[in-house]
């Protein structure tokens, strides 16, 4: 095992929240494959302490450590070094990864330990970008299924049926859904389901049908939609933006019209 001065003198900090349980987060630290989703292909990881850590970048950089301490679906220590780099030879520092529950998911907590302040700063900004692109690659998988919530959502607003439109609307919202658009402001799952019963009756037999894909980052989805009436006709014109929660439904949604 690399053995290593506690602290090393030079250090930096980062954290993000991740809109995923920290369990799926973990994941991200003992399987390969989802190893090299946030790091590079090829890039590799024995989960266990002693095992060996390598991380290809997409330019070609390479840097190898040894996991040092790992605590399930909490925390995580290696050392940290490039092949081609002297001022950070392999296991010539040391990453330390800890997460923490987090009402929107999990929150996750940084420290690179250097032994001299010109490498610690030359991480500083690498690191912000690659949490941006691990928090990215955690949550597109935590929410795969958000292009299916989001049609749901839309279906509910044409069920009039009020029992069946709020099993709707508990499959795919939290009980606590904040909703905001131009016409309505509400604070749990049941207020908007009557908002939706509501807008029925000025809408006759309208229908809300999303247009394209979605596009999601960091469990953020946005949805373009047609409002069309009862002969088909289109009536409107909007987008949505979801807010996705840990367990993998929508906490809160605004509605913006027109703009397409």
Known sequence: ?????????????????????????????????????????????????????????????????????????????????????????????????????????????????FSNPEARDQHRQGWGYQLAVFANVVSAEAHANAQELVDRFFAAWSERDADRRLEELEAVTTPEVVFRDSFGATASRAELSAHIAAAQQHLGGSRLERQGGIRQCQGTALADWTLRGADGSASGAGSNVFDLGPDGRITRIVGLWGGR
Do not use: K
Request: glycine share 10%; net charge neutral; aromatic share 8%.
């Open 1 to 113: 095992m690399t053995d290593l001065p506690l602290p090393l003198p030079h250090a930096l900090e980062r954290s993000v929240v991740i809109r995923a349980q920290p369990t799926t987060v973990f994941r991200y630290f003992t399987d390969s494959g989802r190893f090299a989703a946030w790091w590079g292909a090829g890039s590799t990881i024995d989960p266990r302490p002693g095992g060996q850590v390598l991380i290809r970048y997409p330019n070609g950089v390479t840097v190898r450590g040894e996991v040092l301490e790992i605590v399930p679906t909490t925390r995580i220590c290696f050392t940290y070094g490039y092949d081609a780099n002297p001022l950070v030879p392999p296991g010539g520092s040391r990453v330390t990864i800890t997460l923490h529950a987090h009402v929107e998911g999990t929150r996750l907590e940084l420290r690179h330990e």
